[in-house]
Each structure stands twice: as C-alpha cells, then as structure tokens.
C-alpha cells in the first residue's frame, strides 16, 4: 500500500464521484468504499503523518461509517459524511497519540532540543511533518483544500463545520506553516 501517496491521483481520486447513495444498501456502501478509500488514505496521512497510521484510522472509519450507514440521512452527500468520520477518526488517533508521548516528553524536557540545520530542512520533505504538528483540525483544512482540491464549500460540509471556520482554519495554519518553514510570502 506504499504506493497509495506516490502515485499520481487520477480523477476518480481527486473529483467526489457523482452517485447517490442509499442508506443501508449493502452495494452503495461497497461502491463508497471503493471510491473513496485512497481519498480517505490521503487526507488521512496529512492529518496523522505516516502511511500506516493512516491506513489503521481509515479502516476504523470505514468500520464506523458501516455501522452508521443505515442511519446516514442524506442531508450531505457520503463523502462528505465520511471524511467527516474519517478525520474525527484521525483527531481521536492524534489525541491518543499524545496522550501515550506524554511521558517521553517529560523525561526529554531537560534537554533543549538542537536547532535544525536550514538546510537540511529545505532538502528534506519537511511539509508532512509540519502538516503534522499543525492542530488536527487545522491539518484537516489544509490537506482537503489543497492536497485534494476540495473547495472551501465541500471542505465546510466534509468537516461538519461553516465556511468562514473553513477559511480561518486554513487562514490560521497558512500562516503557522509560512512562519515554521521561513516563507515570509
């Protein structure tokens, strides 16, 4: 599954199909699935930062959102619905995350940590990692406006939130991102 983030997306990958779905159908659920599972990978990965914890919160989400099918109201279309579950998923991961690096914090706390080298940052892909410290909600934004093109409409509906918390969300991590890799403009 390596290749899910270097190939390139095709635009099955990148363009929400244009089916309707019915809840509790079985087969509209298998179609989701296969439509929407590299998405789901990829948004996945800029919010958790690694290919494999991505894989684990998309096959927790999809177990989720299987679940909840039956009851899914139709009032946003599925994919929104389950990027919504996808990236609340990927939140809980990153908390619990958190919560088990805790005590290893404490213990390196004594250590200043060395500055890196400018650099080896420009040579070394330092957006996923920065995608990573960004808060999960925030990180959301970014890698569904900008890594899967979504608009800021779309992006709105697949996280459960207005489109103005959309634009400051992204707003607020642009500028933490600029700030963090040294990109003034």
Not at 92 to 108: A, F, G, N, V
Not at 129 to 154: C, D, F, M, T, W
Not at 159 to 180: C, K, P, W, Y
Request: proline share 8%; glycine share 8%.
């Amino acid at each position: 599954m390596t290749g899910i983030l270097e190939r390139a997306a095709t635009p099955a990958d990148v363009l929400p199909p244009l089916f309707q779905y019915t809840p509790g159908v079985q087969a509209d659920f298998d179609r989701l699935y296969r439509t929407s599972f590299v998405r789901v990978v990829r948004t996945l990965a800029g919010i958790v930062g690694s290919l494999e914890a991505a894989e684990d919160c998309a096959q927790e989400a999809f177990t989720r959102a299987y679940r909840a099918w039956p009851s899914w109201s139709g009032d946003v279309p599925a994919e929104a619905w389950l990027h919504r579950i996808a990236v609340n998923t990927a939140i809980s991961y990153r908390r619990r995350e958190q919560i088990r690096s805790l005590p290893s914090l404490i213990m390196r706390l004594g250590i200043p940590p060395l500055a890196p080298d400018p650099a080896q940052r420009a040579e070394s892909g330092t957006l996923l990692p920065e995608l990573r410290r960004l808060p999960p909600k925030q990180a959301a934004a970014i890698v569904l406006r900008y890594y899967h093109g979504y608009s800021n409409r779309e992006v709105a509906a697949a996280l459960g939130v207005s489109e103005r918390t959309v634009g400051q969300r992204i707003s607020d991590a642009l500028a933490m991102l600029r700030s963090r890799l040294g990109d003034g403009g």
